[in-house]
């Protein structure tokens, strides 16, 4: 899977697991006016009532997986996918093309209103392959019992709900040997906010219009 992306936007991709403080980093530099398109949330939009992706899981699902009202039944999505890797596959497989579909839109929007930095939030960054994309990796990581809690306090989930929803996911030491850069979270929330700060203005000071090579956009990294 590659995204179509303008060769003069320098492309960042921001990667994490559930629970490791990813979506913190990605609000911190839209603070900062760095565009970030968050992949996950394009995938939940395209799965609204009359969204495209409505039909891939009602194909792969069955039809019992929407409510009365055509909203996807996300509790029972995730009770299938995540113990069954076979079936969470086939689904992705019909959901990651139009994710990466709305995505390269949205970057060369961006590109034609004359932005010159955008990152792509997405927590299958790189088991996706989407990291090969981009020109720099970010991970953020954090200690697998704090993110179980996290989660835990934050979307009213079991631990075991939450070790279902991260085993369908890289571990850390999977992550970070693509990494270019790394935020570790396992500290205080403003410690880790201001790295992602610092980052963010390192990452906005190598950006400069007209620095990157036209062919870079579509040349793997690893």
Sequence with gaps: MRIERPAQLRLVGLTGGIGSGKSAVAACWRSLGIPVIDADAVARRQSEPGGPAVEAFRDVLGPDVLG???RIDRRAVAAAVFQDPDLRRVLEDRLHPLVIQEVSRRLHQLARSGCPLAVIEAALLIETGL????????????????RIA????RDGLS???VQARMAAQFPDEARIPHADS?????????ALLAEARRLALELLSETVPGDRDPGRGTTPRR
Excluded: K, M
């Design 150 to 153: 996290r989660v835990c306090r």
């Design 159 to 161: 631990a075991q709900e």
């Design 182 to 190: 790394i935020l570790r979270n396992d500290g205080l929330l403003q």
């Design 68 to 70: 009365p009202d055509g």
């Design 131 to 146: 990291h090969r994309a981009v020109d720099r990796t970010v991970v953020v990581t954090a200690p697998e019992d704090q």
